[in-house]
């Protein structure tokens, strides 16, 4: 029972009726007559209208020049305001705004893996306000591995270290790791595993007394991520007291016995504990 007519001419004017058809063809009279109606633009709220593709995640890869544009219904004009992980967004050389009367558009050269993120328009005008929000996420190589590198163990022969995955995977599941190492009077690296797929690595064959840095770079199929480094560390007997276990939980209570579990230290002191 409604129907919305296009074509018309701005400040043009229009009558409308209307008559109805039942299943077997018949027509009524028609309705009285509505108008004559004038076509001007009406005055209210700003509407957003949202791309249907944004109401999942927004892909790009990096690299490529990006252009994010929303449609705007809205008289008269309102503010325009956008919004990156709840901070205003900032316009620089990479990044800039386009404003038009029906539309606003974020607009990123050589995207990134830093533009990925939550971005909200924000509208306003004396009729009213209107907001959305989207996720844009740019496949790129991962950031580096969560840090600090730790020394799980650290002797004479062996260093273990061990890190967390990247906060920010690019994209990609991360599926492995590139782990170096290089003494501090040295500017070269040398390889110790390409393959890693663990967050933890024991390096062995190491000269007593030297000190080294190491460093590890995740991989995904976008590319290789950037690296983090460790604090030096000298290779010694240099044994210290180990970190503090779990707090122990009591399992299982007989009338005689008690079963008490708790999770080993993740820094053993340098000595198998």
């Not at 040295?186 to 024991?202: A, D, G, P, T």
Request: hydrophobic share 35%; glycine share 8%.
């Amino acid at each position: 029972t409604h129907f919305t007519v296009s074509g018309l001419t701005q400040d043009g004017k229009y009558e409308f009726r209307v008559f109805a058809k039942n299943a077997i063809g018949s027509v009524s009279n028609p309705s009285l007559i509505a108008g004559p109606v004038t076509c001007v633009d009406t005055y209210g709220a700003p509407q957003i209208d949202l791309p249907p593709e944004f109401l999942d995640v927004v892909k790009y890869k990096a690299g490529e020049s990006v252009k994010i544009q929303v449609g705007i219904i809205a008289k008269p004009l309102p503010t325009i305001e956008w919004y990156k992980n709840g901070k205003e967004l900032e316009t620089s050389a990479q990044v800039s705004i386009e404003n038009t009367t029906d539309s606003s558009a974020i607009i990123i050269k050589d995207a990134g893996r830093t533009n990925s993120g939550s971005y909200e328009l924000r509208l306003k005008n004396s009729m009213g306000s209107a907001s959305a929000t989207f996720r844009v996420q740019i496949l790129d190589k991962p950031g580096p591995p969560a840090g600090p590198i730790q020394f799980k163990t650290v002797t004479a022969e062996k260093i273990t270290i061990m890190w967390d995955p990247p906060a920010d995977e690019g994209g990609a599941s991360v599926t492995h790791y590139i782990v170096e190492k290089r003494e501090t009077s040295r500017i070269v690296w040398s390889l110790i595993s390409e393959k890693l797929q663990e967050c933890l690595v024991s390096v062995q064959k190491l000269i007593r007394g030297n000190e080294y840095i190491f460093r590890v770079r995740a991989v995904n199929k976008f590319g290789v991520g950037e690296p983090l480094e460790s604090e030096p560390v000298v290779a010694k007997n240099a044994f210290v007291t180990p970190g503090q276990p779990s707090m122990p939980e009591v399992t299982m209570i007989t009338r005689s016995t008690m079963t008490v579990v708790w999770e080993r230290p993740t820094v053993d002191g340098g000595s198998d504990i």
